[in-house]
């Protein structure tokens, strides 16, 4: 029941991924809420329409989260990257939860604007303090389906690195004993 219930809560958040809620992404956030284990209030980029949203369908009253909502309601951003400033340290590329933003070790770096959540993930770990946050009008929630896939994508993709990287670990160890067995048993022959 609560996991119906999570999706239905994910289903009208922003998908920004930011984590200025506290939790790890939306649907982490989601999940609290359907446990009734967060306040119906820590969803910045969700605004005040996030919030009736959710006390709605949780059944909860917002009016008196409205107000302090107001204050810190976070408009649509996107990244952007100064391109003549990046060092290509791909940080940014690491920190991006929706890989928006293309670029190679050592080469210029840019943000696909069209894929950008406005999350602000990119910012804090860029050692040159290239990239800065663009206030547009764009609507996040006619995007958060888009959002969220991208979200799902990456997620995927980095599970998929992490298994294959275990997989060539432990193909190198089958490969080290196969050898070892081969050397003993070559020792052995020659006694």
Do not use: W
Not at 22 to 38: H, I, S, T, V, W
Not at 90 to 117: F, N, R, Y
Not at 127 to 154: G, K
């Amino acid at each position: 029941m609560s996991k119906v219930i999570a999706e239905k809560i994910d289903a009208v958040l922003p998908q920004t991924q930011c984590g200025l809620c506290g939790y790890k992404g939306c649907m982490p956030y989601a999940e609290a809420l359907a446990k009734d284990q967060a306040e119906i209030n820590l969803c910045p980029p969700g605004g005040v329409s996030g919030l009736m949203k959710i006390a709605e369908l949780l059944k909860k009253d917002a009016a008196p989260f409205i107000a302090e909502m107001e204050k810190k309601a976070k408009p649509r951003s996107v990244a952007v990257i100064r391109e003549e400033e990046c060092i290509g340290c791909t940080k940014c590329i690491q920190a991006c939860p929706v890989d928006a933003i293309l670029g190679a070790s050592k080469q210029m770096h840019t943000v696909i604007l069209d894929e950008c959540t406005g999350c602000e993930l990119c910012i804090a770990p860029c050692p040159v303090d290239c990239i800065e946050m663009l206030e547009i009008t764009d609507d996040t929630t006619e995007r958060a389906d888009h959002y969220r896939s991208r979200y799902r994508a990456r997620e995927t993709r980095l599970k998929k690195k992490i298994s294959s990287a275990h997989s060539d670990s432990d193909l190198k160890n089958e490969k080290k004993d196969y050898i070892k067995a081969a050397l003993l048993r070559a020792k052995a022959k020659q006694t």
